[in-house]
Each structure stands twice: as structure tokens, then as C-alpha cells.
């Protein structure tokens, strides 16, 4: 079928909509009419040439509604609501043990441009345009396998429009958080930015009934969200050094810590102020660390991880921020601005000067 997506044509270019023929679902496979996507820091990426060959369909925060399933699909039927999210092969170790975020063939499935098959969904004057993420999503339609689909419940009542960014960013901070590190009630925990993944982390914490949100940013309008979403100590990075800070309000060092800039000083950081045993997520993508074995790590018995999609499984996890989002306890939808779809270029621009935390482009 012909639809409409936002093609990359080369390194940094602008997005261009372009009429582009999708193929029809295969017996795994899923039809989607795309309602709106999010942007993530990853198709930023993406659209800079450093993840996907050109040219390429971005997008993996979409949320629409099933039009067609192919005849091995179980879990949906036409007209559900669904929210699309990262790609996984559901069938190596770590896939097996719940941990699709670590799926052996995350990156090819993700990143290098084909589908599970080895082959394309999308084309345009019979060349290939690479899928990202398994989903393309900045488009009117999409062809999906049934790993990407998490239906969303049937009593959750929420705009479907403002649900594609549980897919990536939100689960990214909030599952780093709930599902791997797992605070207990009482717990201290550190964040660096307040960007959107910063900012979920932070609900997170607030959800797992962690005792101190220790967070950073340089910018203050982005630290009122954290304190309003529950932060109990807000610093300007511009203002203060964060290590100095930790050791005046918590002398041991905290539990824990989570870096989304990517900065590398930034997460050096985050492992230097843990106390003894404590552990450090990085999700953000930076370049090379400076840390000490035997100083910054081995004697002090410190852990340091890298992370991706909050180590979610997606089918699980985004229905439970979808529930707690309903408690009045996951307020992501503050963090969001609707464009059309035609001005996802804008979009694109504001989310890079930082004027907005997480546009979603409509279609
Ligand atoms: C990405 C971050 C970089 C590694 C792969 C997953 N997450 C979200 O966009
Ligand atoms: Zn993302």
C-alpha cells in the first residue's frame, strides 16, 4: 500500500515526506495506522547518520491503532489501540530470561536496517529504506513484528495520542529505576539530567518509595519538574559540585545513581558519590571513562552498569506505568507538546535547543 513517511536521505538532512510503499504484514507481522510518535534522543542519532544506513524512516515512540494482523498473530486484533516499542528476537538466553533489552540481536533488529527476516517493509522507487527500531514510526502506517506491539489495556483511559513515548524514553528512566534497580523503600538515589528519561527515573524513584531523589540539571525550569514529580533535593550543575553536595548531605555516598547524559565526567560522577557497594546505571551515550580500578571501583566494591529500555519487558512494563499514571503517580503527559506531523522538521529543532522535553508529532 502507498503512505506517508518522513524520509532521512542523508547525514543531518531535514525530514522529508515522502509517498512511500509499505508492504503488507506477514504471518508475524502487524499493520499499524500510526496516531502520533514521540521523539527520543536516539532518532537525533539516527537522523545524524550514527546508528542506521541511510536513507531511513525514524521513529520508535508510535502509538496507533492494529488495522490487519497476519495469521500467527495471537496477542492483537484489528481496531485495538497499541503502543509500539523496541525490536527483540523473544528466542536467545537473555530474551528468555526477561530481559528483552539485552536480546543478543538487539542492535541488528534495531538498528541495522532490515526486519526479523532479513529484508525490508519499507520502499520508495523500489530501493529499501531502513526500518529503526523495528517500527519506523514516523510515518502514517507501519508494518511491525508482534515482539513491537503492547496493546494497551482496555480500561486505561488515556489519549492515545501521548502514549508512543512509554515505548522508549519513559520506560528507559522509570525502568531503569523499578525493574533493575530496584530501590528499596527508604533508599537514596541520584539522577543526572532532567531530561524526559531523567525525569521518568525520577517518578520511578517517587514509586518505589526511595527516601532521597538527589537530582542535577543546568537548567531550573527542567529541575521544577523533577521536584514537582517528587525530587527531594534539586541542584543546578552550573551552581554546584555534585560531589561536594553529596558529601554534605550524605556522607557515605548514595545507593544508588543513574546518569542519562551521557556526558562522560557526568557519569564519572555518578560512581565516585556511591557509598561502598553501591551501583551506577548509565543509559546515556557518551564517550570514554576515566575511572580508577582500584580506587573508584574494586576496594569500595562498586557497580557500575550500562542499560538499555529500563531492562523492560515492554508487555509488562508499559501497562504498569499506564496504571500508575491512572493513580495520579506517573504524570509523563506534562512533559509533552503535540505537533502536526508535517512540522516534525520543527519539532526536531525545538527538542534539539531543548525548548521542549518530549514532542509528539500527530498524523
Ligand atoms: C537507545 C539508547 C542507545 C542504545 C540503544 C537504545 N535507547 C533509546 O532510544
Ligand atoms: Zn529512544
Redesign the pocket.
Known amino acids: 500500500m502507498k503512505m506517508t513517511a518522513a524520509v532521512v536521505n542523508g547525514e543531518k538532512r531535514d525530514f522529508e515526506l515522502e509517498e512511500i510503499e509499505l508492504d503488507a504484514p506477514k504471518d508475524n507481522e502487524v499493520l499499524i495506522k500510526l496516531v502520533a510518535t514521540g521523539v527520543?534522543?536516539?532518532d537525533v542519532a539516527g537522523q545524524d547518520g550514527l546508528t542506521t544506513p541511510m536513507p531511513v524512516v525514524l521513529g520508535?515512540e508510535g502509538a496507533g491503532i492494529v488495522e490487519q494482523v497476519g495469521a500467527a498473530v495471537s496477542s492483537v486484533k484489528p481496531g485495538d489501540k497499541v503502543i509500539l516499542s523496541?525490536s527483540y528476537c523473544g528466542k536467545c538466553r537473555n530474551c528468555l530470561e526477561g530481559h528483552p533489552g539485552m536480546c543478543e540481536k538487539?542492535n541488528d533488529l534495531?538498528f541495522a536496517g532490515p526486519n526479523f527476516d532479513g529484508t525490508h517493509r519499507m520502499h520508495k522507487d523500489r530501493h529499501d529504506l531502513s526500518l529503526f527500531f523495528g517500527q519506523s514510526s514516523f510515518a502514517t502506517y507501519t508494518v511491525v513484528d508482534e515482539h513491537n506491539i503492547v496493546k494497551v489495556p482496555d480500561d486505561a483511559d488515556v489519549d492515545l495520542a501521548y502514549l508512543g513515548p512509554l515505548g522508549?524514553?519513559l520506560q528507559?528512566g522509570s525502568g531503569s529505576v523499578l525493574n533493575y534497580l530496584k530501590p528499596e523503600p527508604g533508599a537514596t538515589i541520584a539522577i543526572f539530567g532532567m531530561g524526559p528519561v531523567g525525569l521518568a527515573a525520577v517518578l520511578g524513584a517517587k514509586v518505589a518509595g526511595a527516601k532521597r531523589i538527589i537530582v542535577f540539571d543546568r537548567k531550573e525550569s527542567k529541575l521544577a519538574f523533577a521536584k514537582e514529580f517528587g525530587a527531594t533535593d534539586c541542584y543546578n550543575s552550573l551552581q554546584v559540585n555534585p560531589e561536594e553536595v553529596i558529601k554534605d548531605i550524605e556522607p557515605g555516598g548514595v545507593d544508588f545513581s543513574l546518569d542519562t547524559t551521557g556526558v562522560p565526567a557526568v557519569a564519572e560522577t555518578a560512581v565516585h558519590i556511591l557509598r561502598p557497594a553501591g551501583e551506577a546505571v548509565l543509559?546515556g551515550?557518551g564517550g570514554d571513562l576515566k575511572l580508577y580500578m582500584m580506587t573508584n571501583l574494586v576496594a569500595e566494591s562498586k557497580k557500575v552498569a550500562g542499560l538499555?529500555?529500563g531492562d523492560a519487558i515492554p508487555q509488562k512494563f508499559i501497562p504498569e506505568m499506564i496504571k500508575y499514571y491512572q493513580e495520579g503517580r506517573f504524570a509523563f503527559d506534562k512533559l509533552i507538546k503535540v505537533y502536526d506531523f508535517k512540522d516534525l522538521n520543527q519539532a526536531m529543532d525545538d527538542f534539539k535547543a531543548g525548548k521542549v522535553l518530549k514532542p509528539v508529532v500527530k498524523m
Open positions: 527520543c534522543h536516539t520508535h523496541f538487539f534495531n522508549c524514553g528507559t543509559v551515550i538499555v529500555e
